[in-house]
């Protein structure tokens, strides 16, 4: 089987860079690209990238990349692959999905078919069978992908199963939650270390307080769930026995954080409060049900993040208008805050009565969004001095 590997992570568009230095954080050097990042390494880079990744989608192993216009050269390329090396006999291996951009295959289901014929007729050759009779498809399951991008194909192994914003700490969501990897991106994004104060005023199922904790307490993000890979006979279960109990020894206990998560629906502080529990950083948050536009705090040099209602989601449009008019004069006396706001409102900044210091522009599913980022002037606490 492979000790080495070709890989990618896969990451919302936007998200690409913060991957990229999650991955280099890891060890790994990586090349960023539009929607993934690169990166060669071993069975513990897939272990390690799939456990302490926080901003990716998921990890994909690189089988092989080809020139291919037409069903033949298509069907050679994917034969000539070693799946050997990957799939065991006994094995599920759907084409679970496939791609086709600028390109003169296009029949997406046609592009399945053939490659999974391929794939077939190359493992009956290797282990023997005859080729009249199916395989036998009962093992554990590795989903394989082909994207054809300007007439070249590119064929990858998923190690990842469910995607990784799947962290296995929601509870419940409520109605319009932001993806746990968006939250723990912008977080990463943003200026806000564990040192500071940090307030969501529209925390919903609290994803960002959760992440942030998350992030303070080095708590790796999949430690809570299982991969794809896992199940797959030639991985060695050592191994990732070792970089679980790694990942459970990073998880810095001694520390005291400041994080505040409101919403003005009694029923996602409920719900915040459950997940915060499964995520094992309940005593880390304080929530509460609290109007954004009574938030007040002497506190200085913190940090806002919020992803208020927007869209015709969860209000109407003079709703939102007059809430994010409210918003922009609730925080206007926090001058030494910084805020993050997320919202597809392309009206967002008139209605907040403020530019933003930088916009950068984000997809919440297919949904363009804009993280706009309000920078606090950094104040020094005053010490009173003797006499004053
Ligand atoms: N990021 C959250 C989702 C936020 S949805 C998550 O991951 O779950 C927007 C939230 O804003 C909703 O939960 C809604 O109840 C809350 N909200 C709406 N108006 C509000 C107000 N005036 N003050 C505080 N919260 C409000």
Redesign the pocket.
Known sequence: MKTNFKLVATAAAGLEAVVGREIRDLGYDCQVENGRVRFDGDLSAIIKSNLWLRAADRIKIIVGQFPASTFEELFQGVYRLDWEHYLPLGCKFPISKAKCVKSKLHNEPSVQAISKKAVVKKLQKHFHRPEGVPLQETGAEFKIEVSILKDVATVFIDTTGSSLFKRGYRVE??????KENM?AAILLLSNWYPDKPLI?????????CIEAAMIARKIAPGLKRSFAFEEWNWVDKTLVQQARQEAQATIVQDLVLDISG????GR?IDIAKKNAVAAGVDSDIHFKQ????DLKTDKINGVILS???YGER??NDDAIAK?YQEMGETFSPLVTWSKFILTSDEQFETRYGRLADKKRKLYNGTLKVDLYQFFGKRVKRMIPEEGD
Do not use: E
């Open positions: 969501k409520g109605g319009a939650p932001i939250a969501d005023p529209t925390c919903g199922s609290g994803t960002f409101y919403d003005i629906d996602m609290m109007r954004l536009q992803n208020p209602p969860l209000l809430l």
